[in-house]
C-alpha cells in the first residue's frame, strides 16, 4: 500500500511538467468518442441479440419467456450490464492509446527529471511495448467476454472489471515502464518479483475508471503512476546490486 500511495503521489507532482496533463486526457477523450459513437449506432441491435441469447439458455429461457415481469427485469439489467461494459471497453481502447503514443512521451520528460542517474539499457521497444499490450487487451476482452454471465448478478460485473482491469494495467504499463532504463532480464523479473505492489497499483487505477471527471484521467494517469514505481524499484535493486548509478547532472526546468 505504501507503494502505491507513494506512486501515485509522484505521479501526482509530475502534472507540473509541460504537456502531461494533454497526454492524460487526450486518450481517455478519443476512446469515449470512439465508444459512445459505437453504442449510439449499435445499442438497440446489441441488446436484442443478447435477449435473445439469454431466452435460448436451457431452463433459465422459458422462465423468462412465460413472465412479463422477469423479461422486464432481465431487460433491465442486459441493459445496465451493456453500459457498465463500455467503461472497460473505454478503458482498454485508451491504454492502447497510452501505451502506443502517450506514455513514451510521459516518460521521456519524467525520467529526464527524476530519473536522470538510471542507465538506459533499452532491453525494450516501442514494437514490444505495442505487442505486450495489444496481447494484454485481447486477453482483457477475452476475460470480460467470458464473465458475461456474472454481470447478470447485482455487483458481481464491477468485480469482475476492476479485477481484470487491475490485471491489465499491472500487464500493459509495467513493460512500458521499465522499456527504456532496463535491461532484457531486469524487464521480465522485476515485474515478475513487484506483481503484487503492481497490481495494487493497478487495481487502485481501476477503480479510477468509475469515477466522474477522474476517469478521463485514469488511463494514463496508471501509466504515469507505474513509471514512478517501476524505475523506483529498477533504482532500488541496481543499488543492491552494486551497480553504479550515474551522477545525475541537474534537472531541466
Not at 509530475?14 to 449510439?40: F, K
Not at 433459465?60 to 471497453?89: D, F, Q, Y
Not at 505486450?132 to 456474472?150: E, Q, R
Not at 487495481?203 to 475508471?209: E, F, H, S, V
Request: glycine share 8%; aromatic share 10%.
Amino acid at each position: 500500500m505504501k507503494e502505491t500511495l507513494i506512486a501515485f503521489g509522484r505521479a501526482l507532482r509530475s502534472l507540473r511538467e509541460p504537456g502531461i496533463v494533454w497526454h492524460l486526457l487526450w486518450p481517455s477523450l478519443v476512446s469515449m468518442v470512439l465508444w459512445i459513437t459505437a453504442a449510439i449506432y449499435s445499442w438497440s441491435a446489441m441488446i436484442a441479440a443478447i435477449m435473445e441469447w439469454i431466452v435460448e439458455w436451457p431452463l433459465v429461457g422459458g422462465w423468462i419467456s412465460g413472465s412479463a415481469w422477469v423479461s422486464a427485469t432481465v431487460l433491465v439489467l442486459v441493459k445496465l450490464m451493456v453500459a457498465l461494459t463500455l467503461l472497460p471497453l473505454m478503458y482498454v481502447t485508451a491504454a492502447l492509446l497510452v501505451s502506443a503514443i502517450a506514455l513514451p512521451m510521459m516518460l521521456e520528460r519524467v525520467a529526464q527529471r527524476d530519473y536522470r542517474d538510471l542507465e538506459l539499457r533499452r532491453g525494450g521497444s516501442n514494437l514490444g511495448s505495442v505487442i505486450n499490450t495489444v496481447v494484454a487487451g485481447f486477453l482483457f476482452v477475452v476475460g470480460l467476454i467470458v464473465s458475461l454471465p456474472l454481470w447478470l448478478l447485482p455487483g458481481a460485473g464491477l468485480v469482475v472489471s476492476v479485477v481484470l482491469t487491475a490485471w491489465l494495467n499491472q500487464r500493459a504499463f509495467g513493460y512500458d515502464a521499465l522499456m527504456v532504463h532496463a535491461d532484457r532480464d531486469e524487464l521480465r523479473r522485476l515485474p515478475l518479483t513487484y506483481r503484487k505492489p503492481m497490481f495494487m497499483l493497478g487495481g487502485g487505477c481501476a477503480l479510477m475508471a468509475y469515477v466522474p471527471v477522474l476517469n478521463l484521467l485514469a488511463p494514463a494517469y496508471c501509466g504515469l503512476a507505474f513509471v514512478h514505481m517501476m524505475l523506483e524499484y529498477l533504482r532500488q535493486e541496481r543499488e543492491r546490486r552494486g551497480v553504479t548509478i550515474l551522477d545525475p547532472l541537474p534537472a531541466q526546468h
